[in-house]
Every structure is written in structure tokens, then in C-alpha cells.
């Protein structure tokens, strides 16, 4: 299938089929086309005997009505199987890059059967889509781009019905946790009516199926709207497509014996659920987070502003040139900049492929949007997550920008705006939304952005490198991207030939212009251009800026997995050459083994088990392999290798990875990425490639990718702003609603209908506490909460207990210090007993922290260690120099140390501690521990069961849970990042208290 054609008037001519436009030729326009083929009026005869020729009944009622919420679409065509006829001329060119004879485009073969078949078009001007319901037309054109004067008198009674849309009925509520539980369990429908047959009390109260969808449907408002697509998932019919009768790919056709269609691809629309949540006041506030954002922060067109911190999507270069640039949609501005009203909506596009049954190679692909102007902490939340449709399989999709149809048609209208409800300023408003950024794993990008992909000749979507294989008699065709070239013109990892806008457009217009199959096929290879993305037509969107590389797939599953693979000997058959970075079976077996065990002393919190690496390699996720990089291989490998350079390389790559997940990234910090990362990959080369060209295996475009890393940062924010672990969680939600093997995709595609309506529920009538189901709302719900300590709960077991000799004298010592007293004076005020506690919960999803002395059994296997923690202690600054006086100034520090109990403390007025009012004390006994050093990753090091003497501290010192990699005997400490910060007691950060502890004495 040859790629999508662009109509021009100017003549026809020639060019040399390897001409590439210059980098700042803009081409042929770019915004606002609407993909369509080349067309021939002088085929009518030809067209009459094709299998796409349009038919009398065609669209009668043995076909698929046209959608009636379907914006009119201009210059619609009717096809023909054959091309002939005049083309679109090609550009004028500048620059040629030379393509080598003996170089293989290893993407060509595939290629070459998508070009089997070809279509042209005859222009049809009269051509419209029918749309007689004037409720379809406004969900797609969104009502109207103004707020009138009628509306503005209906808001009074939007406002009312946001109110009367609070007050739930008793009838509804049974349907919302009807419904909850079935979605939120994967309850099927037989399952489901047993219900009432298995508990008699529930008998009646339980409403049917028809019934719970039907009601459902109507309060949540969310209705899919359907398209035919072909059977073997090649396209989807809409947009150009929406006349054919047959897939213009494989030929496949649109309609089985009876008319009915062979498949469907259900689109949930985005408009309605973005309307509703402006109608919760709550979401609103939540919805606020990117004004909020933009007014906290520095002017950007001011020269002298301080941009010290990259904290979110907000302060990337891309968001920042928006601000005051004008919307345009189909080459028209619209009158207004992008996000000039604090309600407009940032989104992010995540698109990927996953395979409904692990042994086999069916797949589908979601596509999921994010919404930005959520905070961090809730954005990637499930009930957050907006997903639009999910392509279904069980082959490769060749066409995304068919499937994409919709989202654009729904993004255009979102751009000029539309008539929305706010419900805490109750006042209708136009709402407007964009999306900044897409992205996913490097073959679902390559779709999205119609590239040939990681194995075309100019493989990489960020610059213009070129691929070379190696060479002959080696059959292997794949394409690699060393920096190092045996033609000595080798590529600066500081000064790569980036992609710029103008240029992939101007690229983009070069292969679509290309007069035959031939000529198209090899600018395409030249460019790594198939075509012209439908995303294009999106203003917001710079390619291939808005499309970063995703983190989890280069770095956990590409980029570890390699170095984990060539250490153990098992990478392509590749041996270590000149190098000797090898690692012996035995020392990776016990490797292995302690991999296996730190699952005991590493929290839950923390993530899944990792596996046996040595013996279970196929069962890493990305997840395993970002526990295993960031937790246990600095520790584990730490005097493994023969040299010292290959740790030392390996926890350079740690450190250089710390840096990227840090919620706040430095300008300083992302020049010191891309040096990093330069100096890096560059010595990755020489210990692995060896300037070897039978060894250019190593040099995978994931590797490449780690030099374009911190460009990303800088343009699009710090990288877990569009990593896939959402996407990756979206899908595993999923794949229990599966029923059926014979027909998953509609099981699929009910469960993202169902959660769709779940989630617009809970956001429309301000029920996410009320139907939350986990067991942490239980846990909060039954904790107890201390007078000031509003960010915690303590959690049952509990018991009163008598306080031993040893920690009462500790507590003396605590209380002494905290308020300045005397110990005589504060002997008195201790009581003999207080009730003690078994756990400590941090709300807002923070961490469970577990005492030692009511677990019963602390060495049972399989039990996962809640118990060690680190806090943070004020100390005076010579505390460490013996022979030094008190310096008088406190510091703060660090420490780690397992939580031996829990408890509360009440304290009566008390003119000695110049209290006047008895205060209550949530406390900590804690054994410290002594660290021993620091290993190459800055992990603290000390010998295993070395404690120091007991200490009480404030439970609002403890910041977070933290794990022990086991090795050697050895306990290397290990915590997650952007761990909770200390609680301040008060509203001003300035005057708020700081219940920290001071370290008393001097060991």
C-alpha cells in the first residue's frame, strides 16, 4: 500500500528520486490537510468494475449508517482499485543523503506488501456525511465556540443541577455499587445473577443486567460510538476510508453475508466526560493544578526570571513557546493563544500494544490520554486515565491515523472550543483542550508518526543518523546506530544532526509528492518518512519534539536488559572479545540467589518480588528490572568484576538514571544528563563494541536513545511525565475481563466501556471515597489519628503496655531535650504504661510502617520486612568531633534504623516545660545503625545486625520505609525515590514547628 497522497495544482515534474528538501525549506504547507489519494476523473470505466466501486445500495441499510456525530467532511472521495493518472509533482530538493547499494532497509519487506495493492480516488465536491441528529453533530462540534447570552441565563439552572446531581437517590446508589463491584472484582454476568441466588437477604435488592447497564449508561452519560473496521485490523473506515467497501490493504471486506459489519472498533468520546468534570466542584479545584502551576512560576517572556527546577510538563521549552502562540486548525487562526484560559486542559497521548494471552501473537492497542492539569500525585491514577478506544487485533494495525480519525475530528473542535459548565464558578465557559505530547514504545511512536521505525536506514525519530549492518557473508540484515563509523567519521554524542519541525514536515511533504511506487519507497528509506501523521493536523504537536522517548521501554526493558544479558554471556552469541567484563556462572548464581531473597527484606511498597535473575530472566517485567538496576545489581555487583571498570560504568549509568527520576530536575542537572549520558555511551562503545563491526549487536537504538534524553527533559519535563508504567497498568487492568479466547476483543472492549462509565461516576457525583474498595480506605478508616499529626493513623493491633526501664530512660532524654528541661524535672511527668501500637499509616497513600515488638514471628519466610525506616534527627554540628565544644547550631541528618515500637505519650500542664495545656506525643523507639561507607551508587553500606543504643524520637522524624539488600554480610540500604518528605506541624512554612529530635550526647 503505497502512502497517502496531498492534491496539488502546480505542475508535474522530476527530480532524482534520493532529493531531500533543505532542513529550513518549510515544504508544501503542513496544517490542516486532510489525507486523501491522488485521483484520476478519466477512470470512471475503471472504476465501475473495481470491488471498492460505490453501488447504488451501498450505503443503503445493509451497510453502516454514517455517523451521525461525524463533522462534515470536506473533498470526500470514492476509489478505485488501480492509480492512474497524474501525481502530485515532487519538491524542489537541496539536500540528497546518499544511500548505499549493498544497504539494506530492513524495514522493506513489510513495506513491500503493504505497497500491494494501490486506490485512487475520484474527487466527489458534493460528497458529505449524512448526519440528520442534531445530538451527534453536537458532540463533535461541541454545541457552539461562544458562550450566548441564553446560555449565560441557563446558568442558574446548570447550577441547580449540579447541586440535585450531589444528592444521589437511594435507587441510584444501589446501582452505583452494584455496578462498582462487578466492574471493580471483573465480575462476569453469570456470576453476577448468582448473586441473589447465593444470599438470600440480597434477593430483589440486586438489579438485573439490562437493567444496571441501561441506568448505568444514563447517569454516567458515556455512550461508545462505533466504527467498522477491517477484520484483520488493518484500518479502520473512517475519514477517507469511510466509503470502501473493501480494506484497501489486504482486500478483506467491510461486510459479512448479511450486511452486517465483520468488526467494530468502539471510540469512547472524549468531549463528554471533559464537559462533566466541570461539573464536580472537587474536580474542578484538582483541574486548577496547571494555573496554579503557571502562577507560582517565573515569566517566561521575562530575561532576567530564575528558572531554577524542572518540576512537571509545565516548565518544558514546548509548553513555555505555546503560551503565546495563536491556535490555528485547517490553516485558520482561531483568535486565541493556547492555554490562555486557566480551565483549558493539557493532554498527553499514550499509545501502545499489548497481547490479550501470553503464548500467543494476538495484539491489541490502547489509546489512552492523560490529563495534565491534574497534580501529579492523582494523574496517573486508573480512574484518571481517559481512554479513548482500543484498536483490536489479532494483527499488526497498518493504518493508525484511521483509528486516530475520531480524536483528531474531537481535538480540531476542542481547539476552537466548547460550551462547558463550571461548577464552582457556576458560569458557562468555552473549554478548550490540546494535546502536548504523545508517546509509548519506539515501534508504537514509528506508527503514530508514520516513521519506517527502529529498523528503517534513519531509524531514530529525534536526528537524521544512519543505520549500518554487518557486513557480508553476515545474512543479518538489522540495522545498528554506533556513534563510531569504520570510515573514522564517527558522530559527536554532544552534536547530533537533530530533527527539526520544519524539516520532518518538509521530509514528510518530499515523500508524499514521490511520482511512482518506486521513487516514494527510496525517499522514504532516505528520510525514515513513510508519510504525512494525522497528528500533524494538531497545532499543539512539534514533531518529533512532542514525541520523547519513553523511559521504561529504552532504559528498564531495552538498555539493562542488554547490559544483564552481555555480563551473563548470553547476548547474540557475542563473547567478550577484547574485554573481560564476563561474569563466572557461579558468581552470577549467587547473584541470583540474593536477588531471590531481598524479596523478604525489601517492603511491599516497593514493588513486586524480583526474581532469580540467573534462572528466571524471562520472568522480568519493566518493573523487575527497575527494582534489580536501581536496588540490588549496585549491591550485588559491587566486587564481582574482574576490572573495577565495569562497576564502575555500570553505577555511573545508576547515578546518571537517580538524576532522571527526580521530581525536580536543575537546568545545571539536565547539561550534566547529556554530558553524562555522552561520556556514557561513548565509553559503553569501546568496552562492548571494540570498534568491531561483527560486534555492532551491542549498538541497539535504545542505546542511541540515552543521548536524547535529556534534550526531552528539557523540551518536555522531567521523565516520568510520559513514561509507560500508566499505560502498562491501564492494560494489566484489563486482561482480567477477558472471558473469552474465541472473542477477547469484545470483552476488551466492554471492560473499557464499563471502567469508562465507573470512573465519569465517580467524578460526576463525588463518589471516589464511596466506592473506593481497597483495604487501605478500611485501614484509614479504622485508624486513629493524634491531635497534630493530621498526616498519619496509627492501626490496630494495640495494647496498653508498661514501659521497660530502658526505653523510659530513653523517653526522659527525648522530653528533656524537646522543651529545654531538666531531667529531674521531667522523671515526674512520665506515666508507667501507654498504649501501644502495631502500625503507623502515612495517608495520601504514603507508606505502612510496622513495629518489631507486635510481629510475632519477624524471620518466617515469605514475610516481607515493614520494619526498618529512615528518619531524620537535629544535631549539633560537632556532634562527630569528640574533643570539640557544642557548636550550638543544630543540623539536620540522616539515619536508619529498625521501628522497635509505637506509642503515645500525654503530658500534663507543666510549668518546668512552660506548657499550659496537656499535649499528646506520638512517639518512636527506634535501634539505630551504624553505616560503615558508601558503595559506587551512593547506597549506605554497614555490617548486618550492628546496631546502635535505642532512641525515641517523634513518629514526624520517620521519613519513609527503606529495604535491605542482603549480601555478603551485608545490609546495603535501599529506598525509593521522592520518599515522604518531613511533615511540618502549621499552615506557614516559615512559623511551623519542626517536631524533629535532637541527638543528645556524644558516643
Request: proline fraction near 7%; charge should be neutral; include cysteine.
Amino acid at each position: 500500500m503505497s502512502s497517502i497522497r496531498f492534491p496539488t495544482n502546480s505542475p508535474t515534474h522530476h527530480s532524482s528520486p534520493l532529493d531531500l528538501p533543505a532542513v529550513g525549506d518549510p515544504g508544501p504547507s503542513t496544517q490542516g490537510h486532510r489525507a486523501h489519494w491522488s485521483c484520476s476523473p478519466s477512470n470512471a470505466s475503471a472504476r465501475s468494475q473495481s470491488p471498492f466501486t460505490s453501488h447504488p445500495d451501498e450505503f443503503g441499510v445493509n451497510s453502516q449508517p454514517e455517523p451521525e456525530h461525524m463533522a462534515p467532511m470536506e473533498d470526500l472521495r470514492t476509489y478505485q482499485y488501480r492509480r492512474t493518472g497524474p501525481r502530485r509533482p515532487p519538491v524542489e530538493l537541496e539536500e540528497v543523503p546518499d544511500i548505499d547499494d549493498d544497504t539494506v532497509d530492513a524495514s522493506s519487506d513489510s513495506d513491500a506488501a503493504d505497497s500491494e495493492f494501490e486506490l485512487e480516488g475520484v474527487l466527489s465536491d458534493n460528497s458529505k456525511f449524512d448526519s440528520d441528529s442534531d445530538d451527534d453533530v453536537e458532540w463533535i462540534q461541541g454545541v457552539s465556540t461562544r458562550v450566548s447570552a441564553e446560555e449565560k441565563l441557563n446558568d442558574c439552572f446548570n447550577a441547580e443541577a449540579v447541586k440535585r446531581a450531589r444528592n444521589v437517590t437511594e435507587d441510584d446508589m444501589d446501582y452505583f455499587e452494584a455496578f462498582n463491584y462487578k466492574v471493580d472484582t471483573h465480575l462476569g454476568d453469570n456470576a453476577y445473577l448468582k448473586l441473589p441466588r447465593s444470599f438470600r437477604r440480597l434477593k430483589g435488592s440486586v438489579p438485573s443486567i439490562d437493567v444496571l447497564q441501561r441506568r448505568i449508561s444514563q447517569l454516567s452519560g458515556v455512550r461508545p460510538r462505533q466504527y467498522h473496521c477491517c477484520r484483520k485490523s488493518c484500518c479502520c473506515f473512517t475519514g477517507q476510508y469511510a466509503k470502501l467497501n473493501h480494506c484497501p490493504y489486504c482486500r478483506e471486506p467491510r461486510y459479512d453475508r448479511n450486511g452486517k459489519p465483520v468488526k467494530i472498533f468502539n471510540y469512547q468520546p472524549l468531549i463528554p466526560r471533559l464537559k462533566q468534570w466541570f461539573r464536580n466542584p472537587d474536580t474542578v479545584t484538582n483541574l486548577m493544578y496547571r494555573s496554579l502551576f503557571k502562577l507560582s512560576s517565573p515569566d517566561p517572556n521575562d530575561p532576567a526570571a530564575d528558572w531554577e527546577d524542572i518540576i512537571d510538563v509545565f516548565d518544558g521549552e514546548h509548553y513555555l513557546s505555546l503560551l503565546d502562540e495563536p491556535v490555528t486548525v485547517d490553516e485558520e487562526s482561531l483568535g486565541h493563544s493556547f492555554f490562555s484560559d486557566d480551565r483549558d486542559i493539557a493532554l498527553g497521548l499514550s499509545f501502545d500494544g499489548f497481547c490479550p494471552f501470553k503464548r500467543r501473537k494476538q495484539t491489541c492497542w490502547p489509546i489512552i490520554l492523560f490529563n495534565y492539569n491534574l497534580p501529579p500525585e492523582v494523574r496517573f491514577h486508573l480512574d484518571n486515565i481517559l481512554c479513548v478506544g482500543v484498536i483490536p487485533g489479532p494483527k499488526q494495525v497498518k493504518d493508525t491515523d484511521s483509528f486516530l480519525w475520531p480524536l483528531v475530528e474531537e481535538m480540531k473542535t476542542l481547539a476552537k472550543g466548547i460550551t462547558a459548565f463550571d461548577a464552582v464558578k457556576e458560569e458557562s465557559f468555552t473549554l478548550h483542550a490540546y494535546i502536548l505530547l504523545a508517546f509509548g514504545d519506539i515501534p508504537a511512536v514509528a506508527k503514530l508518526m508514520q516513521m519506517k521505525g527502529h529498523n528503517g536506514r534513519r531509524p531514530c525519530r529525534m536526528c537524521m543518523i544512519t543505520g549500518i549492518r554487518i557486513p557480508p557473508p553476515s545474512k543479518i540484515t538489522t540495522l545498528y546506530t554506533p556513534l563510531w563509523r569504520p570510515n573514522g567519521e564517527s558522530y559527536d554524542p554532544l552534536n547530533l544532526p537533530l530533527r527539526t519541525h520544519s524539516q520532518f514536515m518538509s521530509h514528510a511533504s518530499f515523500v508524499v509528492s514521490s511520482a511512482n511506487d518506486a521513487e516514494e519507497k527510496r525517499r522514504a528509506t532516505a528520510t525514515g518518512i513513510k508519510g504525512y501523521p494525522i497528528l500533524a493536523e494538531l497545532s499543539s504537536l512539534r514533531f518529533p519534539q512532542s514525541f520523547p522517548y519513553d523511559f521504561m521501554h529504552v532504559v528498564w526493558e531495552n538498555v539493562v536488559k542488554t547490559l544483564a544479558n552481555l555480563w551473563c554471556g548470553d547476548y547474540k552469541n557475542l563473547d567478550e572479545g577484547k574485554e573481560e567484563y564476563g561474569l563466572d556462572k557461579t558468581i552470577w548464581s549467587a547473584i541470583g540467589e540474593a536477588c531471590k531473597i531481598s524479596g523478604d527484606s525489601i517492603p511491599s511498597a516497593f514493588g513486586c518480588r524480583v526474581p532469580n535473575i540467573a534462572e528466571e530472566r524471562s520472568h522480568f517485567i519493566a518493573e523487575s528490572w527497575s527494582q534489580w538496576c536501581m536496588y540490588l545489581a549496585p549491591a550485588l555487583l559491587r566486587k564481582r568484576f574482574k576490572k573495577l571498570i565495569y562497576y564502575t560504568h555500570f553505577t555511573r549509568l545508576v547515578s546518571l538514571l537517580n538524576k532522571c527520576l527526580s521530581r525536580e530536575i536543575s537546568f545545571e542537572d539536565v547539561d550534566r544528563l547529556k554530558n553524562g549520558f555522552a561520556e556514557w555511551v561513548t565509553e559503553y562503545e569501546r568496552i562492548y563494541l571494540q570498534e568491531d563491526l561483527q560486534r555492532l549487536p551491542v549498538c541497539t537504538l535504545p542505546i542511541h536513545a540515552l543521548l536524547h534524553i535529556s534534550d526531552s527533559v528539557r523540551m518536555m519535563g522531567p521523565v516520568w511525565c510520559y513514561w509507560a508504567f500508566p499505560m502498562e497498568r491501564f492494560c494489566g487492568s484489563l486482561l482480567p475481563a477477558i472471558k473469552s479466547r474465541r472473542f477477547p476483543y469484545a470483552s476488551i472492549d466492554r471492560r473499557v466501556t464499563e471502567l469508562s462509565q465507573l470512573y465519569q461516576i465517580k467524578i460526576l457525583y463525588g463518589l471516589r471515597k464511596n466506592l473506593d474498595l481497597r483495604k487501605r480506605r478500611d485501614i484509614e478508616q479504622r485508624g486513629v489519628q493524634v491531635l497534630g499529626y493530621p498526616n498519619s493513623v496509627f492501626v490496630a493491633p494495640s495494647e496498653t503496655r508498661i514501659f521497660s526501664h530502658l526505653i523510659s530512660d530513653r523517653l526522659v532524654n527525648h522530653i528533656a531535650t524537646r522543651f529545654n528541661a531538666r531531667r529531674s524535672d521531667v522523671k515526674s511527668l512520665i506515666p508507667r504504661s501507654a498504649i501501644h501500637w502495631g502500625k503507623l499509616q502515612w495517608l495520601n497513600d504514603g507508606d505502612m510502617m510496622h513495629a518489631l515488638d507486635f510481629i510475632k514471628d519477624p524471620s518466617r519466610p515469605g514475610r516481607r520486612d515493614m520494619t526498618f525506616v529512615k528518619y531524620t534527627v537535629l544535631q549539633d554540628r560537632h556532634f562527630h568531633r569528640r574533643n570539640r565544644a557544642p557548636a550550638g547550631v543544630d543540623v539536620e541528618a540522616d539515619y536508619y534504623g529498625q521501628l522497635q515500637s509505637l506509642f503515645v505519650l500525654k503530658i500534663p500542664p507543666c510549668a518546668a516545660l512552660r506548657i499550659t495545656t496537656p499535649e499528646t506525643l506520638a512517639l518512636a523507639a527506634v535501634l539505630p545503625i551504624r553505616p560503615t561507607g558508601q558503595n559506587g551508587a551512593e547506597q549506605v553500606v554497614c555490617h548486618a545486625n550492628t546496631f546502635d543504643p535505642l532512641e525515641v524520637i517523634d513518629i514526624q522524624s520517620l521519613q519513609c520505609l527503606v529495604g535491605r539488600v542482603v549480601d555478603r554480610n551485608k545490609w546495603i540500604f535501599v529506598e525509593q525515590l521522592g520518599s515522604r518528605e518531613v511533615t511540618q506541624i502549621g499552615d506557614d512554612p516559615e512559623t511551623a514547628v519542626h517536631p524533629q529530635n535532637t541527638r543528645l550526647g556524644r558516643r
